[in-house]
């Protein structure tokens, strides 16, 4: 599998396509992907996620994707690393210090596997507009051209980081520390022994015997049963889009077995994942077909 990578502070790229504009692929840097017009399937780890106009991704590196174009489709690609990042979040900080995008290096480090990016409403408009605005200033042959896509990247990432932190936020009430141990779980949740309650305190310099307290103290919600039941979404998204196989999921998400999965399921959700694919397939006919 070829691994994509940038040699630069951040890149833009256009393209038309009608077919597959890349293989499965994965790049070592942050991509926002944008679909100006077209529908089909953007394929994340595995997972299927149908675009349409307005759609926005946001893929970290080594996420493995790629696109099955149905109709014909522009994309716009906005690509950036961590040294771009780390000038945005340095200059914020100088100017107002509590903002929350100097979280912005946590956030965006977490694994964004859950579809589209953009989930307020009211923000759909305006990142229509700053693309717009980034496509003309690219294709304008002007002085000031690089300063202006450069701002209104910074606008777009500020827009896609306070839509990241809708959720997070709203669990640990703006609390940095607790936001990091969230994204060290997002990080690491297929690594069962970094996800061990005293792994997590020595990388934090929290006490064993506080750091689930201090936790539940912030976000309201003990430490494991954050990580259970964020293992659980993620199993709710292979579900949902994937074909793989129960023992597949129980395997990449550090359960002991099918069974192990099968009965946590249930116990948190009501119904086996079993039942649960086969509803969604019931309920959406046009979802994949699995196995």
Request: hydrophobic share 35%; net charge neutral; glycine share 4%.
């Amino acid at each position: 599998m070829h691994t994509h990578h940038l040699f630069q502070p951040f890149d833009i790229h256009l393209l038309r396509s009608n077919e597959c504009p890349l293989k499965t692929h994965k790049h070592s840097y942050f991509e926002l992907v944008y679909i100006v017009e077209g529908k089909g399937v953007h394929n994340i780890n595995g997972n299927d996620f149908n675009y349409q106009p307005g759609s926005l991704y946001l893929l970290t590196p080594m996420i493995v994707h790629h696109f099955k174009v149905e109709e014909i489709t522009s994309f716009v690609f906005i690509c950036f690393n961590n040294i771009y990042l780390k000038g945005i979040t340095a200059r914020d900080v100088q100017r107002n210090p509590d903002n929350w995008i100097e979280k912005l290096e946590y956030i965006f480090q977490s694994k964004q596997d859950q579809g589209e990016i953009i989930r307020n409403e009211r923000d759909k408009p305006l990142v229509a507009a700053i693309i717009n605005g980034i496509v003309a200033e690219y294709e304008a042959d002007q002085n000031t051209q690089k300063e202006l896509i450069e701002q209104l990247i910074n606008t777009l990432i500020t827009i896609v980081t306070r839509n990241i932190t809708i959720k997070c936020d709203a669990k640990t009430g703006g609390d940095t520390v607790a936001l990091q141990i969230i994204n060290y779980v997002h990080l690491n949740i297929y690594d069962a022994d970094k996800l061990k309650a005293e792994n997590i305190a020595e990388h934090f310099n929290i006490s064993t015997n506080y750091i689930s307290e201090y936790f539940k103290k912030q976000t309201g919600e003990n430490l494991q049963q954050f990580i259970i039941n964020y293992k659980l979404a993620l199993a709710e998204t292979r579900l949902r889009h994937s074909n793989m196989r129960l023992n597949e999921i129980a395997y990449e998400l550090g359960f002991t077995d099918e069974s192990h999965l099968t009965k946590t399921f249930k116990k948190y959700k009501g119904e086996s994942p079993a039942l649960f694919r086969k509803n969604i397939k019931a309920n959406n006919p046009t979802v994949n077909q699995f196995s």
